[in-house]
C-alpha cells in the first residue's frame, strides 16, 4: 500500500483526502499534518505530527491541500534539509518566492503542481488555448465564483486559465491582467484580459471563460459540484508521480492530454 502524507489534513479537501483514501485499494493515509487541532477520528497507526520531517519520513508521496505558508516550509523541508519524496502541491495564492521556490524544489523531487485537480479543468485549459488563439479578434473575459471562506483572489484556476489565454496569443499575462473596474476607466482594451471574482455561499468552484466579439460570443464554464473532484484526482495523480524523475510536472502529464 502506498503511504499517503497529508499537509493541511483538517481542511475542507484535507478532510476529504482522509475520507477517500480509507476506501481506496492501493493507496492509505501514512501520516497527516497537523497545524492546530486534529479535528476527526484518523485510521489506527496513522502518523499525527506538526514536523514537515516526520511527514516526509513517514510517507511514499505528500498531498498539500494548505496555505502558501504551509507549502512554503514543506517546499523547504526538500531545498534545505534533504527531504527526498514526490509531492502533489495544489495549494494556491502563491507568492514569486514560493513559485521559485516550486520550481528549486521539482530539481530534487518530482513535484506535480495543479492549481486545479479536476479532470474537466484540464480539459477546459486546452479549450481556452484553443479559442483565445482561433477567435483573436474576441475580447476575453474571466470571471470565477467560490464559496464564502475561500482566502485566495483571484482562484489560482482563474490565473491557470488566464495564463492558457495568454499565451495562445502571445500576450504577458502580467502586462495585460485586470483585476478590477470600477468608475470612469474609458473603453475597453483589445489585450487586457479581466480576471473577476465572487463569493458566496458554499459554491465548490466555478469558472467561466467568455470570449466576447460584435455579434457572437462564446462562453466556456467548469463547475465542480462536489469538493471531493478535488481530492480524488490528488490521489490519482499521487499514484501516477511515485517512481517519477525530479521535475515539475503537471496534470496534463499525469492525465496523458
Ligand atoms: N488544486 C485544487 O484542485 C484545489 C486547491 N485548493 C486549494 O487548497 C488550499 C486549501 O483549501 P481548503 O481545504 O479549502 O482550505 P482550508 O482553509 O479548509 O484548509 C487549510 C488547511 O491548511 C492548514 N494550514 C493553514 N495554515 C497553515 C500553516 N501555516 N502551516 C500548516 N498548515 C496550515 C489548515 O490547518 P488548520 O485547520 O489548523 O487551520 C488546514 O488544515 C487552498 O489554497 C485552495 O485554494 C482547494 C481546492 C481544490
Ligand atoms: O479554494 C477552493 O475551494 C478552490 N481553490 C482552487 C483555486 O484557487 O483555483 C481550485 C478550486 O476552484 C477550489
Same mark, same amino acid.
Given at each position: *500500500?502506498?503511504?499517503?502524507?497529508?499537509?493541511?489534513?483538517?481542511?475542507?479537501?484535507?478532510?476529504?483526502?482522509?475520507? &477517500?483514501?480509507?476506501? %481506496?485499494?492501493?493507496?492509505?493515509?501514512? +501520516?497527516?499534518?497537523? @497545524?492546530?487541532?486534529?479535528?476527526?477520528?484518523?485510521?489506527?497507526?496513522?502518523?499525527?505530527?506538526?514536523? *514537515?520531517?516526520?511527514?516526509?519520513?513517514?510517507? &511514499?508521496?505528500?498531498?498539500?491541500?494548505?496555505?502558501?505558508?504551509?507549502?512554503? +516550509?514543506?517546499?523547504?523541508?526538500?531545498?534545505?534539509?534533504?527531504?527526498?519524496? /514526490?509531492?502533489?502541491?495544489?495549494?494556491?495564492? @502563491?507568492?514569486? #518566492?514560493?513559485?521559485?521556490?516550486?520550481?528549486?524544489?521539482?530539481?530534487?523531487?518530482?513535484?506535480?503542481?495543479?492549481?486545479? *485537480?479536476? =479532470?474537466?479543468?484540464?480539459?477546459?485549459?486546452?479549450?481556452?488555448?484553443?479559442?483565445?488563439?482561433?477567435?483573436?479578434? @474576441?475580447?476575453?473575459?474571466?470571471?470565477?465564483?467560490?464559496?464564502?471562506?475561500?482566502?485566495?483572489?483571484?482562484?489560482?484556476?482563474?490565473?491557470? =486559465?488566464?495564463? #492558457?489565454?495568454?499565451?495562445?496569443?502571445?500576450? &504577458?499575462?502580467?502586462?495585460?491582467?485586470?483585476?478590477?473596474?470600477?468608475?470612469?476607466?474609458?473603453?475597453?482594451?483589445?489585450?487586457?484580459?479581466?480576471? *473577476?471574482?465572487?463569493?458566496?455561499?458554499?459554491?465548490?468552484?466555478? #469558472?467561466?471563460?467568455?470570449?466576447?466579439? &460584435?455579434?457572437? !460570443?462564446?462562453?466556456?464554464?467548469?463547475?465542480?459540484? +462536489?469538493?471531493?473532484? !478535488?481530492?480524488?484526482? +490528488?490521489?490519482?495523480?499521487?499514484?501516477?508521480?511515485?517512481?517519477?524523475? /525530479?521535475?515539475?510536472?503537471?496534470?496534463? %502529464?499525469? =492525465?496523458?492530454?
Amino acid at each position: *500500500m502506498i503511504k499517503v502524507g497529508i499537509l493541511g489534513s483538517t481542511g475542507r479537501v484535507g478532510s476529504l483526502l482522509i475520507d &477517500d483514501l480509507e476506501n %481506496d485499494e492501493y493507496a492509505r493515509v501514512g +501520516a497527516v499534518h497537523v @497545524f492546530d487541532k486534529l479535528k476527526k477520528q484518523l485510521p489506527e497507526d496513522t502518523v499525527v505530527t506538526n514536523d *514537515m520531517k516526520v511527514l516526509f519520513d513517514s510517507s &511514499d508521496v505528500v498531498i498539500d491541500f494548505s496555505a502558501p505558508a504551509a507549502t512554503e +516550509a514543506l517546499l523547504t523541508e526538500v531545498v534545505e534539509n534533504g527531504a527526498r519524496k /514526490p509531492l502533489v502541491i495544489a495549494t494556491t495564492g @502563491f507568492t514569486k #518566492h514560493q513559485q521559485n521556490l516550486l520550481f528549486e524544489a521539482s530539481k530534487l523531487v518530482p513535484i506535480l503542481y495543479a492549481t486545479n *485537480m479536476s =479532470l474537466g479543468v484540464a480539459v477546459l485549459n486546452k479549450l481556452v488555448a484553443l479559442a483565445s488563439k482561433t477567435l483573436s479578434d @474576441f475580447d476575453i473575459e474571466i470571471v470565477e465564483q467560490h464559496h464564502k471562506h475561500k482566502v485566495d483572489s483571484p482562484s489560482g484556476t482563474a490565473l491557470t =486559465l488566464a495564463e #492558457h489565454a495568454a499565451d495562445a496569443r502571445g500576450l &504577458d499575462l502580467d502586462k495585460v491582467r485586470v483585476s478590477g473596474r470600477d468608475g470612469q476607466i474609458g473603453a475597453r482594451t483589445k489585450d487586457e484580459i479581466a480576471v *473577476m471574482a465572487l463569493r458566496g455561499g458554499d459554491i465548490v468552484g466555478r #469558472h467561466t471563460v467568455g470570449l466576447y466579439n &460584435d455579434g457572437e !460570443f462564446l462562453e466556456l464554464n467548469h463547475t465542480a459540484t +462536489a469538493r471531493n473532484t !478535488f481530492s480524488k484526482g +490528488a490521489i490519482k495523480v499521487a499514484k501516477w508521480i511515485i517512481g517519477k524523475e /525530479p521535475k515539475l510536472y503537471s496534470i496534463n %502529464d499525469a =492525465l496523458g492530454l
